[in-house]
């Protein structure tokens, strides 16, 4: 069950706050571990963060892995930030908060920071820049503030502790409160032959307020029965409200000879359900080659035909050509038989007497 904080930061709290990282008190700090000999090298592990636990613990394994805030708009809600330093130096780390955006690799990428009206605007460190000892640990509060106009519904957000370079980044869950929609649409959806697999292309878009985790199943249906069916399946895919993101499926092995309807059922919490489809003919290339084969060797003979047609001397007319060319070449043939058989008729031995 994630940690849920609902509370209203008042003036006390920021006054506290501000106290615990004053100079005179430093940052709150926590060893890590006992004192150990010093080494050469720093430790491999190197620094970390994390939501700070309750009662100034150490966080663990069992700890919350983010934070979840929850307010109405014009709440102001505040939590605290754990920075490890196992090594063997100190290390300066600076804080920031930054909006998320939608990723299709299972998590939510880290955007710019924000300097507009975006939740990583709404993050505010109790200080920006925070120096932790060697093998120590450091507490630091931080205020979220949800502006009176925010829309319900989910906005992303992460606190980012940049050192060396390099970025640690602890997401926040935060909820305005209000109602909440759930509803996505598929779009674009298409079939693409690529060698002996093809391509479903589509796009999912995210027509709601909270963060949706689709889940997609696919089917293919033709004329000589069900070519592909895949059952629904959770999508390392995580939406943000507003959000467009493409995707495709390969399909191994589809048809060689059939027009089939690709369908695909998108489903994600909250009663969120769309429906996208394309159809995709496949025909074999040889069938397409012999065709145009056929079609090539027609086509020359009918040209061939009609230039014979139209040959000067070919004594023929349109569509009486053909047959006066048969006529004349009967008549001369039985021209030819006639004067043979006089020939025989009247030589010697003919039988025949005047």
């Known amino acids: 069950m994630p940690f849920r904080t609902r509370a209203v930061v008042t003036g006390a709290s920021l006054a506290t706050a501000a106290v615990l990282l004053c100079p005179a008190a430093a940052v709150a700090r926590t060893p890590a571990a006992p004192a150990a000999a010093p080494s050469a090298a720093p430790s491999s592990t190197g620094w ?8 100034g613990a150490r966080p663990g394994a069992q700890d919350r892995p983010f934070f979840y805030l929850e307010g109405a708009p014009g709440t102001v809600m505040t939590d605290r930030l754990s920075l490890s330093n196992p090594t063997d130096r100190p290390v300066t ?12 690799g299972g998590d939510l990428a880290v955007r710019g920071p924000d300097r507009g009206p975006g939740p990583g605007s709404w993050i505010a460190p109790a200080t920006e820049r925070v120096e932790v000892p060697a093998r120590t640990r450091a507490s630091v509060p931080f205020t979220v503030t949800v502006p009176r106009e925010a829309l319900p519904g989910d906005h992303p957000a992460a606190l980012v502790a940049t050192s060396g370079g390099r970025d640690r980044t602890v997401r926040i869950h935060l909820r305005v409160a209000g109602p909440a929609l759930s509803a996505l649409s598929v779009e674009n959806v298409s079939v693409t032959r690529r060698g002996s697999t093809a391509v479903i292309g589509y796009t999912l878009v995210n027509r709601g307020n909270t963060v949706l985790t689709p889940r997609l199943a696919v089917r293919a249906d033709g004329r000589l029965g069900t070519e592909l069916h895949r059952a629904a399946r959770t999508l390392p895919v995580e939406l943000l409200p507003g959000r ?26 909250g009663g969120a359900r769309a429906t996208g489809a394309a159809t995709y003919t496949a025909v074999p290339w040889t069938a397409t080659a012999g065709a145009a084969l056929a079609l090539t060797a027609g086509c020359g003979w009918v040209v061939r035909r009609r230039r014979r047609r139209t040959q000067p001397g070919s004594g023929t007319r349109g569509s009486e050509g053909g047959s006066g060319d048969v006529a004349a070449e009967a008549g001369g043939r039985a021209r030819e038989l006639a004067s043979t058989g006089a020939g025989a008729a009247s030589g010697p031995g003919s039988g025949v007497r005047s």
Not at 48 to 55: E, I, L, Q
């Open 48 to 55: 970390s963060v994390a939501p700070a636990p309750g009662s």
């Open 93 to 104: 780390v600076r804080l920031h908060g930054r909006a998320l955006g939608s990723s299709g």
């Open 244 to 269: 467009r993101l493409a995707r495709t499926e390969i399909w191994r092995d589809p048809p060689a000879w059939d027009a089939v309807e690709v369908r695909l059922d998108v489903t994600a919490g």
